[in-house]
């Protein structure tokens, strides 16, 4: 019982750090969207989250996400600096072939002399793309996890949001155009990845668990990469590829606040995401350990924070909505049926964010590709259906009936699992 409470005290602290991390990113994303505007105005500002969104996809589909396989295998372990460092470098590796892919397309992309990307030149636009893919990186957040280390994840997400609000101030007042622009969003983050990396070279840290580093099993880890890989292009359509289906189809005007109102989906959901991040190395430890019952009572206790957690969040966001919207989303007012939508979304997706991580690390990762793949497979059908009948509203309805649909059919098969 002492050990369930101790692992639930190690999440709340993990998570509370993370949720310091993203608020200061959420205050920096809120204030640069006014000064992106000012920059290069509402359609410009379109092509731009198109490039990226593009950029994502495409390290998404390249990236082998080996990382995730060490956050389910060592967790637990006793491991010396050298393996660890090993293990580290090797899922480096393969995000840097990733890297490489990404930039590729960028100047593919670029030869083809498409309308969408005309605002920017090809080394902005590999730049952009750079920008967009440091932040998901995944060789450091999990090394800092592994190693409990999150106030440095902290602190260099803290000082790159900030140097990224004064590059972007700067520009907005001193230089607007598009090149600086780019730099004030590249420059930040670039400093931040090659920080951390650093960090990870000269600390040379292990891990100090109670099972022995000749258990771990080198083939789960690969599996759970395969999978996580399989499973985060097949959540492609909700994460980025209804931005680039929207911005080679629609103005970019059309997909600049389609992209605004996800970003409020992402800021109020800020709130329980801390949760999922901590919350793997812990049901994977408990799981690892054979004690399957201790994870789901963890889960529970996960459930009734998280659901006072997103309805408080949500309701400030909505009370406090004519304070902030007409200063900070342009044109957004405008849309009060879809700012509701998105939300609902928002809070109901909060509330059962570690539903997803038990079921991931109870080792269900043939199930959780399946409900992937048929979930998303669903949710272009309604984007294309319900956006072709309400515009904006129907696109925005679409990934709220997205988001309830998974989380029922998570429940649903957890609730078989739970041991009686």
């Not at 593009?54 to 600096?81: D, H, K, M, S």
């Not at 280390?149 to 590059?167: D, F, H, N, P, W």
């Not at 459930?303 to 997103?310: F, K, N």
Request: some cysteine; overall charge positive; proline content about 3%.
């Amino acid at each position: 019982m002492s050990h369930s409470r101790s692992s639930f005290n190690n999440l709340l602290k993990n998570s509370s750090m993370m949720f310091l991390l993203n608020i200061a990113s959420a205050g920096v994303s809120v204030l640069a969207i006014p000064l992106s505007l000012k920059i290069i105005g509402i359609a410009a500002f379109g092509h731009l989250v198109l490039v990226q969104s593009i950029a994502l996809a495409v390290f998404t589909v390249c990236n082998f996400q080996y990382w995730q396989g060490l956050l389910i295998e060592l967790p637990g372990r006793r491991l010396l600096p050298q393996a660890l460092s090993a293990a580290v470098w090797k899922s480096a590796r393969f995000e840097l072939l990733a890297v490489c892919g990404v930039m590729t397309v960028m100047l593919i992309l670029k030869l083809f002399q498409l309308s969408q990307l005309s605002t920017f030149s090809l080394s902005q636009l590999i730049l952009l793309a750079l920008a967009a893919i440091f932040p998901i990186v995944g060789t450091p957040t999990a090394y800092f996890r592994l190693i409990n280390k999150y106030q440095v994840l902290m602190l260099a997400g803290l000082l790159s949001s900030l140097l990224r609000l004064l590059s972007l101030f700067l520009a907005a007042h001193f230089s607007p155009s598009a090149f600086m622009l780019v730099l004030a969003y590249f420059v930040p983050e670039a400093l931040r990845c090659a920080g951390l990396f650093l960090y990870i070279h000269l600390a040379r840290k292990g891990l100090d668990g109670s099972l022995e580093a000749s258990t771990v099993d080198q083939g789960r880890i690969v599996r759970a990469g395969r999978w996580s890989t399989f499973q985060a292009i097949c959540d492609l359509p909700v994460a980025q590829l209804d931005r680039v289906i929207l911005g080679f189809s629609l103005s970019g005007e059309y997909l600049g606040v389609f992209s605004i109102l996800k970003r409020i989906y992402a800021l109020v959901n800020m709130a329980s995401a801390p949760f999922y991040s901590a919350s793997i190395p812990e049901f994977a430890s408990r799981v690892n350990a054979g004690d399957v019952r201790g994870a789901f009572t963890l889960w529970l206790k996960t459930l009734r924070v998280l659901s006072g957690v997103s309805l408080v969040a949500g309701a400030l966001c909505f009370a406090s909505q004519t304070l902030w919207m007409p200063l900070i989303f342009y044109g957004l007012q405008n849309y009060p049926w879809e700012f509701a939508v998105v939300l609902a979304s928002a809070m109901l997706a909060g509330t059962f964010v570690t539903t997803h991580a038990l079921y991931w690390s109870l080792g269900k990762l043939r199930q959780t590709t399946i409900i992937a793949i048929g979930s998303n497979v669903f949710y272009l059908l309604m984007l294309w259906l319900l956006t072709s009948h309400y515009g904006l509203l129907g696109s925005v309805s679409a990934f709220l009936v997205h988001v309830s649909l998974v989380a029922i059919l998570k429940i649903f098969l957890l609730r078989r699992l739970m041991p009686q």
